[in-house]
């Protein structure tokens, strides 16, 4: 497994950079190489992605949702990966948003990128241009405000 751990700090108060996170279907807008993100239950969502020319799919499961902390998430089958966003006020109209997430890359082109950092600059141009995006709209494009309790080991 590989990881990666970035964050922004973005001129909004806490409450709309998280809201705006759980608005997983507008990733496209702001994530490079992701082509769609479909909401499939509270706790579901459907991945279509385009990197390096490959396509997958995917489903990712979110396993813990604190509103305005955190939203944590993992892989179900196929490409395996796990990670956690977590929102940190930094004053009333500033907030971090930290990335941390674990992946296994796959075949060749992948294991290479990775070695070369690629993962690491597109995780930190998506977070810019998720800082870009709030920023510029100044308010979320919808909110989620559920919790989901972390599984018991």
């Given amino acids: 497994m590989s990881g990666v751990t970035e964050h922004v700090d973005v001129s909004v108060p806490i409450r709309t950079a998280y809201d705006q996170w759980t608005q997983f279907e507008e990733f496209p807008h702001f994530m490079e190489g992701v082509q769609e993100v479909r909401q499939l239950?509270?706790?579901?969502?459907?991945?279509?992605?385009?990197?390096?020319?490959?396509?997958?799919?995917?489903?990712?499961?979110i396993t813990e949702q604190l509103p305005d902390e955190r939203v944590a998430w993992k892989s179900t089958g196929g490409t395996q990966q796990a990670g956690v966003v977590t929102f940190h006020r930094l004053d009333e109209g500033t907030t971090r948003v930290t990335l941390q997430m674990d992946f296994e890359p796959h075949g060749v082109v992948e294991k290479a990128g990775d070695k070369l950092g690629v993962v690491d600059r597109r995780a930190k141009g998506d977070l810019a241009r998720f800082k870009q995006f709030i920023e510029r709209r100044g308010q979320e494009t919808g909110a989620w405000r559920g919790k989901v309790d972390r599984p018991t080991p």
């Fill in 41 to 61: 239950s509270d706790t579901m969502t459907h991945w279509t992605v385009e990197i390096a020319g490959v396509k997958r799919e995917f489903d990712a499961q």
